[in-house]
């Protein structure tokens, strides 16, 4: 039985409660907040649950075999981090951590110490995410020629972290999951609203080593929400529209076909004529497995505990994902300068 302790009990927290406590050989020990109100909740609905106002408490506890950190982005890694030297495996929500220096410590200790470290990259669960990554792995979509995604809504405005690392650090993280190449250099643009806050409207573009872009469109002032992306292919193109209550993936078998003809000039000469056909086929609706993300993501916790395995999304996709919002954020500070990537940053 892995004995689990949940810190923070904010807005993330009940539902990782409520999803930890319905998964097979896992049993939620405790659950820490500063606000005891909000542990008076945790009481009434779970009174075999522990709660305790001190972090330290959770942690020092012999029966937490792996502690859930739900908390603001600038508390991840010193939480993470006492975890870790505390011998606990850890799962810490997106980002993992505010800087990539930050990210590669919490990932040297994890593997120092042989612990599992996950990162509560959600959307890498859900059914839809799945069988994007299904179709291109198949190789039904072809070459892959762009990733578009928009992310919008009215608010929450964060206080910590801009608009690319509250949402767009969820397409980034859909986006290295799907594709099998890591985008090279990055730019971006954004622009805040609100005094003493960070950027509310950002716009990024990921540049390839092959014929691709991708581009990201994050933004907490919108009147409506948004939540669609794109993947166009050269045999199929995907639209994948999270708001849906049903059929939140479709395949589109449209695209163009290229066809090159040599034909005479006027003075006799052959030149070469470069012909664009549409196709217009079929569009599917696949069928998509509906369990819930969390709940997938707190099994295959709890299994990569249990038997050692790399987690879907670690450590590792963690460090990727905050090397690509820094690059990010520091191309907005300087007027969408592109941002090479190093090499090795660019593959799998």
């Known amino acids: 039985m892995i004995g689990v302790g949940i810190v923070g009990y904010g807005y993330w927290g009940p539902n990782l409660l409520r999803n930890f406590s319905d998964v097979p050989g896992c049993k939620v020990v405790s659950v820490s907040d500063l606000q005891d109100a909000r542990l008076a909740k945790v009481r009434a609905r779970y009174p075999s649950v522990k709660t305790t106002t001190s972090f330290g408490d959770l942690i020092s506890d012999s029966q937490v075999d792996a502690v859930i950190i739900a908390t603001p982005v600038c508390t991840h890694f010193d939480l993470a981090m006492q975890a870790l030297r505390a011998g606990k495996h850890v799962l810490v929500e997106k980002p993992i951590a505010t800087t990539s220096d930050q990210a590669q410590q919490l990932l040297d200790e994890a593997d120092r110490r042989r612990l599992v470290l996950a990162v509560d990259h959600t959307?890498?669960?859900?059914?839809?995410?799945?069988?994007?990554?299904?179709?291109?792995?198949?190789?039904?979509?072809?070459?892959?020629?762009?990733?578009?995604s928009v992310r919008v809504n009215l608010g929450l405005f964060q206080h910590d972290v801009n608009v690319l690392w509250d949402l767009a650090v969820h397409d980034l993280s859909i986006m290295d999951y799907v594709l099998p190449?890591?985008?090279?250099?990055?730019?971006?643009?954004?622009?805040?609203?609100?005094?003493?806050?960070?950027?509310?409207?950002?716009?990024?573009?990921?540049?390839?080593?092959?014929?691709?872009?991708?581009?990201?469109?994050?933004?907490?002032?919108?009147?409506?929400?948004?939540?669609?992306?794109?993947?166009?292919?050269?045999?199929?193109?995907?639209?994948?529209?999270?708001?849906?209550?049903?059929?939140?993936?479709?395949?589109?078998?449209?695209?163009?076909?290229?066809?090159?003809?040599?034909?005479?000039?006027?003075?006799?000469?052959?030149?070469?004529?470069?012909?664009?056909?549409?196709?217009?086929?079929?569009?599917?609706?696949?069928?998509?497995d509906m369990t819930e993300a969390l709940l997938r993501e707190a099994r295959h916790f709890v299994r990569c505990i249990s038997e050692r395995e790399e987690p879907l999304a670690g450590a590792r996709a963690g460090l990727r994902i905050v090397r690509l919002l820094e690059a990010a954020t520091l191309?907005?500070?300087?007027?969408?300068?592109?941002?090479?990537?190093?090499?090795?940053?660019?593959?799998?």
């Not at 006799?268 to 056909?277: A, D, M, N, T």
């Open 331 to 348: 191309s907005m500070r300087e007027r969408s300068r592109v941002v090479e990537l190093e090499m090795e940053r660019c593959v799998a």
């Open 181 to 288: 190449m890591r985008p090279c250099a990055v730019s971006a643009t954004g622009i805040g609203h609100v005094a003493g806050k960070p950027e509310d409207i950002a716009y990024l573009t990921l540049m390839f080593d092959t014929p691709m872009i991708a581009h990201m469109h994050v933004n907490w002032l919108a009147p409506v929400k948004v939540r669609r992306t794109l993947i166009g292919g050269s045999r199929r193109m995907i639209s994948y529209d999270d708001v849906e209550p049903s059929e939140k993936i479709k395949v589109y078998d449209k695209g163009i076909t290229l066809n090159g003809t040599h034909g005479p000039n006027g003075n006799g000469e052959r030149r070469y004529e470069l012909l664009v056909s549409y196709r217009a086929g079929d569009v599917l609706a696949p069928q998509l």
């Open 123 to 148: 959307f890498v669960y859900t059914g839809a995410v799945r069988k994007m990554r299904e179709l291109v792995e198949s190789g039904g979509i072809g070459d892959i020629y762009y990733y578009d």
